[in-house]
């Protein structure tokens, strides 16, 4: 079966340094989403992109951080500036449409931030 | 007050035992999702609902659209099935409003 994948499953970077959070979407579908996970706390959403631009975005997703689809493949997520604060797990997720077919997700990329 | 509450948030069950994980949200939504976390972090989704009931092996999900209400069922439980069980709703866009999470514990 088709599956979300993410790249890298750990990342451990300095404050203040870029990070670039890598997802290759299941190949028919034309949605796409960033959640997060704090750890200890509930999943959340960051942002949906749909024919290549953002459809809806949430107050975390400040301008610190943005996504990309650089190619027919990828969908990235970049934080420009790490903060201590965004140390959590990152979920990548993909629909082939936005009612009758749920959404998968990837295994997700636990971020640390030093 | 968070838009999707479940409970209860802690469960233990002995193997056998017959599981009910309740979610109740208080937005309109478009359909409910019922996810499974394992530890290490992977969020499997296990049904999406808009209406009725659906079963698959020995789970089993229904939603009360009128009382904004969904239950997960385990039938016979195993300790496989030890996880983290998310509610999370899609509203009027797409995104998913997720809840806090069920831990279950099912013992041998």
């Known amino acids: 079966e088709p599956e979300v994948t993410q790249t890298p499953s750990h990342q451990v970077t300095q404050m203040g340094q870029e990070v670039i959070l890598r997802c290759v979407p299941i190949s028919n579908h034309l949605y796409f989403y960033w959640y997060r996970q704090i750890l200890g706390q509930k999943v959340e959403f960051l942002v949906s992109f749909y024919n290549n631009e953002i459809s809806e975005k949430s107050e975390i997703f400040d301008d610190q951080f943005s996504v990309e689809r650089p190619d027919g493949s990828n969908f990235t997520l970049k934080i420009r500036s790490t903060k201590l604060e965004d140390s959590a797990m990152y979920f990548c997720a993909s629909g082939r449409d936005t009612r009758g077919q749920p959404q998968h997700f990837g295994d997700g990329t636990r971020l640390s931030i030093l | 007050k968070n838009e999707v509450e479940q409970s209860p948030q802690n469960l233990t069950a002995q193997e056998g035992e017959f599981i009910t994980i309740n979610c109740s949200y208080s937005?309109?939504?478009?359909?409910l999702h019922w996810l499974q976390q394992h530890p290490g972090g992977g969020i499997v989704s296990l049904f999406m609902?808009?209406?009725g009931k659906k079963k698959h092996g020995r789970l089993i999900a229904t939603i009360n659209i009128q009382e904004k209400h969904s239950s997960l069922h385990i039938t016979a439980s195993h300790p496989r099935d030890s996880a983290v069980y998310i509610c999370?709703?899609?509203?009027?866009?797409?995104?998913?409003?997720f809840g806090t999470g069920t831990l279950l514990a099912v013992q041998p």
């Open positions: 999370a709703v899609r509203g009027a866009t797409n995104k998913l409003i």
């Open positions: 609902l808009s209406s």
């Open positions: 937005v309109g939504i478009s359909a």
